[in-house]
């Protein structure tokens, strides 16, 4: 069985980086499609960023694009989201999740395992 575990998250100011990391044990997640979604209080799940199985594509939601970089290293079986110039905005709890599929897109039923998430406040 996948197991997702999130780490990096915490407490930060307005216009500060912090990177996330989903580490994946139980199996390879080389041949997965992985993506990063959020919540917010009293909002629903949304989708982040997405990473093909190789990492040669990715999908941004508008609201991030341009400042959150998502990756993944495939020998360490872990994904990675760094996330910079953040704003009050961005506080939410953040998921990892894995896809049995080798692309995934944006909605969360594509993805067939999650982490348990990390907290992620921006203060302004």
């Known amino acids: 069985q996948l197991q997702l575990v999130e780490a990096g998250g915490g407490s930060v100011q307005a216009g500060d980086s912090l990177r996330l990391s989903c580490a994946a044990s139980?199996?390879?997640?080389?041949?997965?499609?992985m993506a990063w979604f959020r919540q917010a209080p009293g909002k629903e799940r949304e989708f982040v960023a997405t990473i093909s199985w190789s990492g040669a594509n990715t999908i941004y939601s508008d609201s991030v694009k341009g400042r959150f970089t998502i990756s993944r290293d495939n020998s360490k079986n872990t994904m990675y989201l760094q996330m910079n110039s953040l704003k009050p905005e961005d506080t939410a709890v953040y998921f990892c999740?894995?896809?049995?599929?080798?692309?995934?897109?944006?909605?969360?039923?594509?993805?067939?395992?999650w982490g348990q998430g990390t907290q992620v406040t921006v203060s302004s």
């Open positions: 999740a894995a896809s049995f599929l080798i692309e995934a897109g944006r909605l969360d039923n594509e993805y067939d395992y």
């Open positions: 139980g199996r390879t997640v080389s041949s997965y499609a």
